[in-house]
């Protein structure tokens, strides 16, 4: 499984746009790259998945630049709920194995 | 999706005891995975349960410690055996379904257990 590597925390305010950027040196080239929330006292929940360019739901936006050896998460106008932990992960579409970096812990503030 | 549900959600137990976690899918899924989380850290894998097989166990994990059930598509159990206070963690079963454009993973509220 490639490491990921994104920063611990984050603070941010109400209404701003966050962007976490992870980085996956050594992606191979079948890896998909995912996301997850996880609130205090509940299970992770999957937010986005790409491959390459950019996709966008009706949560978040993921960018990945064509050498996919990074990718970013953008939260647009955040507020007091988005407060969570945000993993970065990076493997096979179908691998059932998900290895949990440290996460991003998204502080919002009002 | 899915919508899992864990019982109990928490619970305080005294050393060399052990308790089993009880993991419900609302569908019918292949694979179900049990998850542990220590205080303050990421995610584990523990075992992956497959419905008439036995589980496969992960490295530093073992099934005298971890003994996990899996006797139909919606239902799991996981017991943490003997336990000693380094167990106390939070351990969460998920699944994995596929929505057709992707694999996801739906995970359980989580079991908060604290050893004593």
Redesign the interface.
């Known amino acids: 499984l490639a490491k990921t590597t994104q920063p611990i925390s984050m603070d941010s305010y109400e209404g701003q746009e966050v962007n976490i950027t992870c980085s996956h040196n050594n992606i191979a080239t079948n890896d998909?790259i995912?996301w997850y929330q996880q609130f205090p006292?509940?299970?992770?929940?999957?937010i986005i998945?790409g491959y390459k360019t950019k996709v966008t739901n009706e949560v978040a936006s993921l960018f990945i630049p064509a050498d996919r050896k990074s990718s970013t998460l953008s939260l647009p106008r955040v507020s007091l709920s988005d407060t969570a932990v945000y993993?970065c992960l990076v493997a096979l579409?179908?691998d059932?194995?998900?290895?949990?970096?440290?996460?991003t812990t998204v502080t919002v503030r009002a | 999706s899915a919508v899992i549900s864990q019982k109990p959600s928490r619970d305080i137990c005294q050393r060399g005891t052990s308790l089993t976690i009880q993991c419900q899918v609302d569908s019918q899924v292949t694979m179900m995975f049990w998850y542990r989380q220590q205080p303050g850290q990421s995610l584990t894998l523990i075992a992956t349960a497959n419905q008439g097989s036995e589980a496969t166990y992960e490295s530093g994990f073992v099934i005298d410690k971890f003994p996990i059930s899996r006797p139909n598509l919606t239902f799991s159990t996981l017991t943490v055996s003997n336990m000693s206070p380094e167990d106390s963690s939070i351990y969460l079963c998920s699944v994995e379904v596929w929505d057709g454009s992707s694999y996801e993973q739906y995970f359980g509220p989580g079991t908060r257990l604290t050893v004593t």
């Open positions: 998909y995912t006292s509940q299970g992770p929940r999957f998945q993993y579409l179908n059932y194995k998900l290895s949990f970096g440290a996460g």
